[in-house]
């Protein structure tokens, strides 16, 4: 409301004379209700002069003091009252501006018109109209916080009503857009900003950018430059945000501090929201880097936050909260530390790309390479190309995933954190029914019976797409991943040194892929099933631990965590309930099917 009176009280007064009523009265009603709404906060030690300061403003307003002064005096408020009940300033990561323009006109230009110039004529009649948000005038004192809490609030007594049910970042998304819409010319905001360290200086993040308005930062580097900056930067927020570093660590912390004062006021939900926040947009893009250079610390710190967002659920009294979070600080400080850019090596990078590479491609390979070797032994080599075809095509899928990730969307954790989930759990499902299928093929009557059967005959079409959906499903889990990470590591300094741990990665797991297949031609047919039906079992049962453990990251189930074990990434073992029982109830499966083909053939070798 502040803001409001401060960009608007000029349209209502000029030379102390009212020049339009309606927009007169609704200062005066603005500014009594900025009184009433002060006098209603809680206590505070400078209460009483944000009392004196709402009635110095409201006086002003009727003695109709010139423009400048009470839009000082409104600014002045605002400040002072966010000094005294400090709320979020800014988006916790720059907002998607593609989606913007689709938010707008989804929401926005039945009132505003489609590209915010003018409202459609049947609603020019209204007192107040809609906004006009090419009026450079008025554009120039808003700041993008303040058209944010408008579209957060609405304001009473105009059309303008409250959008408080979209998502916090789309919100922002439409306030930096319609903040924009007056100020085009974005070329030239583009080259000052290339060109002028300090006018990075002066908008260092993005609550500065969000906070300050044109006419503020006019004052610093003069009008014409500073409209072209705040055009570009209004556009392209993600230019402030791209060069977080390890100051994602502040963003943990900051937003786990929120996440305890909501708990401590009796809001759970919020809570629980902030919590998991912290880890999906604080701590998970920085994981790819901390864990090639402490993988330890990384996986201390996951489970931190895990067991915050644990005791959040339980409802632990607040004491004990405050004291996890304290006892967490001494991690972030070492996090912050391996963190840092002097802490990086080359022989740190190379070995993050290798081994990253090389974990990923071997649970891929595992699984190709025993669907390679099943189609071979069973001479039915017409249906290789869908298993090749399944993970080429995953491939190519990776290749589209990193150029969206790097020139298109930006992947957020939570969306990463469900892809691998659900990924990961789809591949268990198959992977327990082809394991039972293999086992029940390890003896060597079986065996005979089922190339009896198929002799003669191909594979079934539908078979041979199966085998393509298996590989690509299994195959692209693990490019996805990988993808994440490596573009976590990419930077022009390092890249040399990444690509050389890819490379060798590569070339290790074609030695192994070679040995493999030359050693499975080698196995007798029954030994080969009965070796590879374990070995996808195993992946079965690790792939369920993984998958539920990232769906409990992404916030989509709970947490029950089991104290003092600790996590053991490389065979998907996290320390809770849930994951612990998908893998039991895998390999529970799994026993009771092998079992079954085991009594089968028992009951099959007795005379009848």
Not at 4 to 24: I, L, M, P, R, T
Request: aromatic residues 8%; neutral net charge.
């Amino acid at each position: 409301m502040l803001d409001y009176v401060a960009v608007d009280y000029g349209a209502a007064v000029s030379d102390g004379k009212v020049s339009n009523q309606f927009e007169y009265d609704e200062m005066i009603e603005f500014s009594k209700s900025v009184a009433e709404r002060i006098a209603s906060l809680p206590a505070s030690p400078n209460k009483s002069a944000l009392q004196q300061a709402a009635e110095e403003l409201r006086q002003s307003i009727v003695a109709r003091r010139p423009a400048g002064e009470v839009a000082q005096r409104a600014r002045g408020l605002a400040a002072a009252l966010l000094t005294e009940h400090p709320v979020p300033l800014a988006p916790r990561k720059a907002p998607d501006m593609e989606r913007a323009v689709t938010l707008f006109a989804q929401n926005c230009a039945s009132c505003h018109g489609s590209a915010g110039r003018s409202p459609p004529s049947q609603l020019m009649n209204i007192d107040p109209p809609p906004i006009d948000f090419t009026d450079q005038q008025r554009a120039r004192e808003r700041s993008a916080f303040g058209l944010y809490q408008v579209i957060t609030q609405g304001i009473e007594g105009t059309t303008m009503s409250s959008f408080a049910s979209l998502p916090d970042q789309d919100r922002w998304a439409l306030a930096l857009y319609a903040g924009g819409i007056a100020f085009p010319n974005k070329t030239e905001g583009q080259r000052i900003w290339n060109d002028r360290p300090e006018v990075r200086q002066l908008i260092p993040n993005l609550e500065t950018l969000v906070t300050i308005t044109p006419s503020q930062l006019a004052k610093q580097i003069g009008d014409k430059q500073a409209l072209a900056v705040i055009a570009y930067l209004r556009a392209n927020p993600h230019v402030v945000a791209a060069d977080r570093g390890s100051d994602g660590l502040d963003l943990v912390r900051e937003t786990l501090s929120e996440s305890l004062a909501a708990y401590e006021q009796g809001d759970r939900a919020r809570a629980n929201e902030l919590a998991l926040s912290a880890y999906l947009d604080g701590f998970e893009p920085l994981e790819a880097v901390l864990s090639t250079r402490d993988g330890n610390l990384m996986l201390e710190v996951e489970q931190a936050l895990s067991a915050f967002r644990s005791s959040i659920n339980s409802g632990v009294r607040p004491a004990e909260l405050r004291a996890q979070l304290d006892g967490m600080e001494p991690l972030l400080d070492r996090a912050e530390s391996a963190l840092a850019p002097e802490a990086a090596t080359s022989i740190s990078t190379f070995l993050g790309a290798f081994t990253i590479l090389l974990r990923e491609g071997l649970e891929a390979l595992l699984v190709v390479i025993a669907m390679i070797a099943f189609v071979r032994k069973s001479e039915r080599t017409e249906v290789l190309p869908y298993v090749h075809g399944g993970w080429v095509a995953a491939l190519l899928a990776g290749v589209f995933t990193w150029a969206a990730a790097t020139y298109f969307v930006t992947i957020s954790g939570a969306s990463r954190e469900l892809t691998e989930g659900f990924g990961a759990l789809l591949a268990a499902v198959v992977l327990v029914s082809v394991g039972i299928w293999m086992h029940g093929k390890s003896h060597a009557d079986e065996w005979r019976r089922y190339i009896q059967e198929k002799m003669g005959k191909a594979l079934s079409r539908r078979s041979a797409w199966f085998l393509f959906g298996l590989a690509f499903v299994v195959v692209y889990r693990e490019v996805f991943e990988t993808i994440l990470f490596y573009a976590a590591l990419w930077n022009p300094q390092n890249s040399g040194t990444i690509l050389a741990g890819a490379l060798s990665a590569l070339a290790l797991l074609a030695v192994l892929a070679w040995m493999m297949l030359r050693y499975s031609r080698k196995l007798p047919i029954t030994q080969f099933f009965r070796y590879s039906a374990v070995l996808i079992a195993v992946l079965a049962v690790v792939l369920a631990g993984k998958g539920v453990g990232a769906l409990q990251e992404a916030g989509l189930l709970s947490i029950t965590l089991l104290e003092g074990i600790p996590r053991v990434d490389l065979i998907g073992f996290y320390p809770a309930v849930e994951p612990v029982a998908a893998q039991v109830i895998t390999a529970a499966i799994l026993f009771f099917g092998f079992r079954r083909h085991v009594g089968l053939r028992r009951s099959d070798a007795v005379p009848a």
